[in-house]
């Protein structure tokens, strides 16, 4: 039924979580037109999406609500190759089902399609404002949904609220024949990945990557150069890629967001993140960028 996941990428259009991914399967609608009768649902518990084996593999449940328990009511969010699609939050202590199978959408080496993984991926976004936008930010008044739109209104204040998607700025930084690769503690053991970090009032992208490197690592750049960007739905950024040079200065980790930052030569690389990912797709255009 479903393409398998490529091991690499075109563009950064072309990455999981992105549209571009559902190869136009999906046709996404709003709660208020929900047709009813059957159809088929992402069941979402945490960060992982259920799913049941058929003689195709991992597929997504189809057919009335799922006996699973949970107190949330299904969310209608469009049309999976032309059936009604709805997402069903179920709580992380809830025993499941046998025939119902965990799939982490953060893992390494998912075992689904990539339009399942991207079409879980809008799931996570809806289903995270939904759960932030039951009261009104100004007055915290219930909320109510626009007709034919994902916005809410508040019928107490009539302040207006839309999905809000996060800017973050994630970047290459290359001197000479090296790339600037950088670590939390909380990843992976040995996984390094590229300087990254939410932008900021008053910033443009390309101010951001600049303050978001000195600021973590203590590294000036230049030539600052657009890549391209990548929704990621945890829990709900816009991944927006560039490549710079570098500018100046030593390594030095400023605010201890870092557990360390490093110069790695392309036939010296550690542990690197998973190919579904922005940075992982400029890291294997680094080559490129050092001509």
Same mark, same amino acid.
């Given at each position: 039924? &479903? ?44 960060? =992982? &999406?259920?799913? $049941? ?33 709805? !997402? *069903? @939050? ?7 089902? /046998? ?7 953060? =893992? @390494?080496?998912?075992? *689904? ?28 008044? /219930? ?28 970047? *290459?930084? !290359? ?19 590229? $300087? ?8 443009? &992208? ?20 657009? *890549?391209?960007?990548? =929704?990621?739905?945890? /829990? ?37 993140? /998973? ?6 797709? !400029? ?9």
């Amino acid at each position: 039924m &479903l393409s398998t996941s490529p091991n690499n990428f075109p563009s950064p259009v072309d990455l999981p979580f992105n549209r571009a991914s559902l190869n136009e399967n999906l046709q996404l609608l709003t709660p208020d037109q929900d047709p009813g009768g059957d159809g088929i649902w992402l069941l979402l518990q945490g960060l =992982s &999406l259920l799913t $049941v084996t058929t003689a195709t593999g991992q597929q997504l449940p189809q057919g009335k609500l799922p006996a699973v328990k949970t107190d949330t009511t299904p969310i209608y969010i469009g049309q999976w190759h032309g059936k009604p699609c709805r !997402i *069903l @939050t179920i709580p992380d202590t809830t025993t499941l089902p /046998p025939q119902f199978n965990p799939q982490p959408l953060r =893992s @390494t080496e998912p075992n *689904l399609p990539i339009e399942i993984i991207s079409l879980a991926g809008i799931g996570l976004m809806i289903q995270h404002w939904e759960q932030t936008s039951q009261h009104c930010g100004c007055c915290g008044t /219930p909320m109510e949904r626009l007709p034919h739109e994902w916005g809410k209104k508040c019928p107490s204040c009539s302040e207006l609220h839309y999905p809000r998607i996060h800017p973050c700025v994630i970047g *290459l930084i !290359i001197k000479g024949d090296e790339v600037l690769l950088a670590r939390k503690a909380e990843w992976l053991d040995g996984r390094y990945s590229l $300087v990254a970090g939410f932008v900021e009032f008053g910033e443009c &992208l390309e101010e951001a990557m600049a303050r978001e490197t000195l600021e973590e690592t203590g590294i000036k750049i230049k030539n600052i150069r657009y *890549l391209g960007s990548q =929704s990621w739905p945890f /829990p709900s950024q816009l991944m927006c890629g560039f490549v710079a040079d570098y500018a100046g200065g030593e390594i030095e980790l400023r605010d201890k967001e870092l557990e360390d930052a490093k110069w790695c030569k392309l036939d010296q690389m550690p542990t690197l993140p /998973p190919m579904r990912s922005i940075a992982r797709h !400029i890291i294997e255009r680094a080559e490129e960028f050092m001509q």
